[in-house]
């Protein structure tokens, strides 16, 4: 039987691996499974194997292949979707909301830890999470409004073209499309109005990722 964080990693690579038709990075693997080291990736990674149920691809950087899945779930895992679905059907999430956040020209970002947010489970998953009030409208074309709620999912590594919490020189923040270009950031707004941001990449920090909006209609 597996532990809980070798069926959660086996079964995000083979996701991933079925989705992209490639592996998961040692950072995106972390950051799923909520690992804080990249070493813990790899013991669990030598786990897997030595149980057969992943093998490394020669000649092939980073690349794992899913052998088998298990035919059962570990307990561990049984019982955190049934205390999950009991939680859907109880209650909402509640989630720290961090100030405001430039869907526009970056401001600087308001961390308020004694303000909170109720939001339904289904925004939320494994991980760690936090709102942001959208000011500016920047975008627009994604869907995403002045006045809005951003449910963003805490991580600090990000594929292209997912929209993303940016953090450029430790001060400013901004939502915005990611494309990442050797030494390169570009912060893509949706937004014919507005023109994409070309920083160095030391200067940008990723600070999460968009999982979901919240609109209120007055």
């Known amino acids: 039987m597996l532990t809980q964080k070798q069926y959660n990693l086996l079964m995000y690579i083979n ?16 950051d799923a499974i909520g690992l804080k ?13 030595e149980r057969n149920f992943i093998r490394r691809m020669p000649h092939k950087a980073r690349a794992l292949e899913v052998v088998r899945l298990p035919k059962f779930k570990p307990q561990a895992v049984i ?15 509640i989630i720290p909301l961090y100030g405001k ?22 925004m939320v998953s494994l991980g760690q999470y936090y709102a942001l009030k959208i000011e500016g409208d920047s ?59 070309t920083l160095p990449a030391e200067r940008v920090k990723i600070q999460g990722v968009l999982s979901g909006i919240i609109r209120k209609y007055s």
Do not use: W
Not at 20 to 25: A, E, N
Not at 37 to 47: P, T, V, W
Not at 103 to 120: F, K, L, N, R, W
């Open 15 to 30: 996701k991933v691996n079925r989705e992209t038709g490639q592996c998961p990075s040692f950072d995106e693997m972390k």
């Open 101 to 122: 956040i430039a869907a526009g020209t970056p401001i600087e970002a308001i961390a308020d830890e004694t303000q909170t947010i109720s939001v339904p489970f289904d």
């Open 139 to 197: 975008m627009i074309d994604a869907g995403i409004m002045d006045g809005d709620t951003a449910i963003i999912r805490r991580q600090e590594h990000a594929e292209n073209g997912k929209i993303v919490v940016a953090l450029v020189d430790n001060q400013d923040a901004t939502l915005k499309v990611l494309k990442k270009d050797n030494q390169l950031v570009h912060l893509i707004p949706c937004n014919k109005d507005y023109q994409t941001r």
């Open 37 to 49: 080291s990249k070493s813990g990736i790899h013991a669990l990674i030598i786990s897997l194997e």
């Open 79 to 93: 019982d955190e979707e049934k205390k999950r679905e009991q939680a859907l059907m109880n209650a909402n999430a």
